[in-house]
């Protein structure tokens, strides 16, 4: 089982920059293909970017360019850079295995204000 913890949300003006984290227990991190999720109010949560165990990312549409996805299997933590930031990023971000999902964390907010 592996558990996580997201941390470094907030409320940020368009056109801002935030860095999630994203701690993660367990022994199975380093060997397992990560990625950052996100749920806006009323919509269905969405892969937004992720990272083989050898680092190989790929980033949705959506925020490639602004968003850049990192890990540090050392640390167990996954990272995802977020720049430029605009309103429709408002949403809870989450880290979750890409082929293996586990439960859920508690997620962070990230509220993009125009």
């Known amino acids: 089982q592996v558990q996580f913890v997201e941390s470094g949300g907030g409320l940020v003006q368009a056109g801002g920059s935030l860095r999630l984290s994203c701690a993660a227990s367990g022994s199975t991190f380093s060997i397992t293909a990560m990625g950052w999720y996100r749920q806006a109010p009323g919509k269905q949560r969405e892969l937004v970017a992720r990272?083989?165990?050898?680092?190989?990312?790929v980033h949705a549409d959506s925020v490639k360019g602004r968003f850049t996805i990192s890990r540090d299997n050392a640390k167990n933590t996954l990272y995802l850079q977020m720049n430029s930031l605009k309103p429709e990023d408002t949403a809870v971000y989450y880290c979750n295995g890409v082929t293996s999902v586990w439960a859920w964390g508690q997620g962070t907010q990230v509220t993009v204000s125009s």
């Open positions: 990272i083989s165990p050898g680092g190989y990312t």
